[in-house]
């Protein structure tokens, strides 16, 4: 008996790809996967190749599978610089950017960078440079920001 092929393998990578984006758990069904792949003939290379992942990627897959368990494939905090404006802070600064920097004892009108970087010391004790404040002031959609 003739061996089966698939005559469209990218689309089925592409299909394995966005589905295993959908859901932590489907993450590491994929990683599963992606070593049980390793183990046979194509190697880490080969796996990765094969499903657009990064060859270091499914070696560190296998690594900590190898040392940890199933446990070690679940998601983890991926490292980056952590947030300085924590959430219940930028609650509170939304509530404040909805009213006039007037109402708050400053002589402008509108919000700026500067103006932010000033409020933000003063009533949280945060220093933020002026050009992540006017970051702030545009993902807050405050009135008046630039």
Excluded at 46 to 57: D, H, K, L, Q
Aim: hydrophobic share 35%; proline share 3%; aromatic share 6%.
């Amino acid at each position: 008996m003739r061996r089966l092929r698939t005559t469209d393998l990218s689309s089925l990578c592409s299909l394995i790809a966005s589905t295993a984006q959908g859901s932590p758990e489907l993450r590491v069904l994929h990683r599963a996967h992606c070593i049980l792949l390793a183990n046979q003939t194509p190697g880490c290379y080969g796996v990765a190749r094969f499903f657009g992942e990064s060859p270091r990627t499914v070696e560190r897959w296998v690594r900590n599978f190898n040392t940890g368990g199933a446990a070690a494939l679940r998601e983890h905090h991926s490292g980056g610089r952590r947030r300085r404006v924590e959430a219940t802070q930028l609650s509170g600064l939304a509530q404040d950017l909805a009213r006039s920097p007037r109402s708050h004892g400053y002589a402008a009108t509108r919000w700026t960078g500067v103006l932010l970087a000033r409020h933000l010391e003063a009533a949280y004790c945060l220093r933020l440079g002026v050009r992540q404040c006017q970051r702030l002031l545009r993902s807050l959609r405050a009135p008046g920001g630039n």
